[in-house]
Each structure stands twice: as C-alpha cells, then as structure tokens.
C-alpha cells in the first residue's frame, strides 16, 4: 500500500520570543515492511543538511530559530510504501541494546492494578499471552479523548479507565516488562481507511519474542500493525518518542495546533 501523509504542527506564542531550538523526529525509517519513496521536513531554521540518530536511532533534525518570532511552523510530508509483514519488525535499525527496552520509566512504572491486569489476562512472555495481553489492555481502559494527559502515567490510565492510544502503548508496556520481556513505544500513523483526515499520530508498543524478535501490538485497535501502520519513532515511552520536544527563552504561553492526513496514494500515481 503506498500512503501519503501531511503533518503540520504549529506552535503559536502569547508574546514574541527571540530564541527557540525544536529536535524533529519526524523521518519514518526504511526497513522490511515500510519505504519511504519521498519525504521531507522543513521548519523555521532546520539544518535539514545535517541530521543526527539518536541512542534510539531515529532521525532527528534540529531547528534553530534567532530571531523574534511569534511561532513555529513545522510541516513532515511524503509518501510511503508499506507491506503486512504480522506485526513483525525485520530490518530495523536501533543501536540501543535490548536490556533496555525493560527499564520501566516514569510513565511506565507498574502497580497492584497492572500485576493484576497480567495475572487476570494470563499474560505470558510468548506471543498468545502477549495477545491476551493486547486484548485485556483494550477491555480495561476505555477508549475516551480528552481525559488523559501527556503527563498520565500507566498506573493512573488504569486505574481510571479511560484513555487514547498512548495510553493503551504505556500500559501494554508496563506489563511487559514487569513480566520481563523488553519493550518499546512506538510513534507513527495509522491509515484509518475513512475519508476524513486522522487528527493525531498513532501509538502502538512492541515486544522482544524469542523465536520471532520485535513484533508490534496495538491495544487501541486489538491486533498487530499492518500495512495500514507507518512507523515514525520508537524509544522507552512518549516522551522519549516525541515527534517534537523542544524549548524555548521567555515566559509566554503557547498554543499547539497540529492537523494529520494519512490517505491512500493510488501506485499509478507519481
């Protein structure tokens, strides 16, 4: 399937600011799976002609703005080719070793609700308990816009009940490592196949199979990214796959407005 997608996100402040450097992890990798046929990121002040990897190894290019300025816009446009591979990640460049991907953070820390969850799920480290995982995960929190923050930890998720995608990413997460296995938050897009336009990334989590390596599960929609998934960042929760994180001088408040399109390109068309 080969899908196109627009991101803009634009970051308005309540007063001028002089000086504000965004990291952009906003390239989707190339690996079994998923092609990136055409891409291309621009924002005030990008050094787009020297982007780095990071410890998780997606790109990132930094953004630099000296001058006054009342706010940031940032585009991410391209179109992609995937494939169904299963959930299954094969070719996938990441130079953190996998120990890692069990170090529970903040977001991820587990709780009496969580051991409960994996005991009542009858989660296990191989792929059938991972998906009565998925499903356990789906059928305890509820699927609400609105409720949750960036800053909502698994625990809290829930305990509440209600969440979105990255929600249901952190509390799968959270089980998983508390049964050991590694596991990692992954940022992206999902093709919903409607003919209105998505209003946010997608989140999704993967875990370390013995036998079969990393292999994706999407609790907010119950089963393992398809073709329709594009992969954009991974790390160990939300705030380490960020699309965007940033800082800037001054007091001022700031309002973010981000649109999302993911639609399917027709192969004719060039």
């Known amino acids: 399937m080969r899908i196109s997608i627009g991101h803009v996100s634009r970051y308005t402040y309540s007063e001028p600011t002089r000086y504000s450097i965004l990291a952009l992890r906003l390239t989707p990798p190339s690996f079994q799976g998923q092609r990136v046929m055409e891409w291309r990121v621009s924002a005030p002040g990008i050094d787009a002609a020297r982007p ?3 410890g998780f190894g997606n790109t990132v290019h930094l953004a630099t703005c000296t001058e006054e300025h009342s706010e940031s816009l940032i585009i991410a446009k391209g179109v992609i080719e995937t ?6 990640v094969r ?4 130079p953190a070793p996998r120990h890692v991907y069990r170090r529970m953070t903040a977001k991820t820390a587990a709780s009496d609700d969580i ?3 994996i005991r009542a799920a009858g989660a296990t480290a191989d792929i059938r308990g991972m998906h009565n995982l998925m499903h356990a995960v789906r059928e305890a929190v509820d699927y609400q816009i609105g409720v949750t923050t960036a800053h909502t930890t698994a625990a809290e998720v829930l305990k509440d009940g209600k969440g979105v995608c990255q929600d249901h990413a952190h509390v799968f997460i959270s089980a998983a490592r508390t049964l050991g296995i590694a596991a990692r938050y992954v940022s992206g897009y999902f093709f919903t196949g409607a003919d ?13 199979l013995e036998g079969l390596g990393w292999v994706g599960f999407d609790p907010a929609n119950r089963l393992c990214p398809t073709d329709r998934y594009v992969r954009l960042t991974t790390g160990l929760d939300a705030t380490s796959a960020a699309p965007i994180r940033g800082t800037r001088k001054g007091i001022a408040n700031e309002v973010l407005d981000v649109i999302v399109e993911v639609q399917q390109q027709s ?3 060039q």
């Open 52 to 54: 780095f990897r990071d």
């Open 83 to 88: 494939e169904d591979c299963a959930g299954i």
């Open 91 to 94: 070719g996938l460049a990441d």
């Open 115 to 117: 051991r409960a969850l």
């Open 196 to 208: 209105e336009p998505a209003d946010a990334n997608h989140a999704w989590a993967e875990v370390w």
């Open 267 to 269: 192969s004719q068309q």
